[in-house]
């Protein structure tokens, strides 16, 4: 049993933390670049980050349950432990908070496409500024996830005990 829990754990780090760095960093540029709509190639990208961040959710529950079941309350002094916890955070404040505003946003300049210039320009300064904040949020992210993929396999030698 003890070989599936750590199967699973390296199955969805994987998962996880490759799945940041392919739709981050290949995937969503290549959708822009190749794509020649703009507003599709955001909307396909919009759910690919949306994808990654439940993936990155289940994942972190897993992650964090078995550092848990593993390592008891030694679990508190790891990194192993910590970094998925604040990916989490992370994960949960880009799909619960930014996200929905940008969608907020996005609908809001579809409803004004009449109005003034000016709301024009108000609603993609408010998208620019909140598609930063998501993109330093990913970033920061993908950071801890490189962490934590090379601190896992440097303690462990590829096993989740130690």
Avoid: C
Wanted: glycine share 10%.
């Amino acid at each position: 049993m003890r070989r599936l829990g750590d199967a699973l754990f390296w199955l969805l780090l994987t998962l996880w933390v490759g799945g940041l760095w392919s739709i981050g960093y290949l995937v969503a540029p290549t959708l822009f670049s190749v794509l020649p709509d703009r507003q599709l190639a955001g909307n396909v990208a919009g759910r690919l980050f949306s994808l990654i961040g439940w993936i990155g959710i289940g994942s972190a529950a897993y992650l964090l349950l078995y550092q848990l079941l593993l390592h008891r309350l030694g679990a508190f002094r790891r990194a192993l432990f910590w970094l998925p916890f604040l990916m989490l955070l992370l994960s949960l404040v880009g799909q619960f908070g930014v996200q929905p505003l940008i969608a907020q946003i996005k609908a809001e300049a579809a409803a004004r496409e009449a109005v003034a210039a000016a709301v024009d320009v108000l609603l993609k300064d408010r998208f620019a500024t909140w598609h930063g904040v998501s993109s330093i949020l990913y970033l920061v992210q993908s950071l801890l996830g490189a962490a934590m993929v090379v601190l896992a396999g440097a303690r462990t030698g590829g096993r989740t005990r130690r």
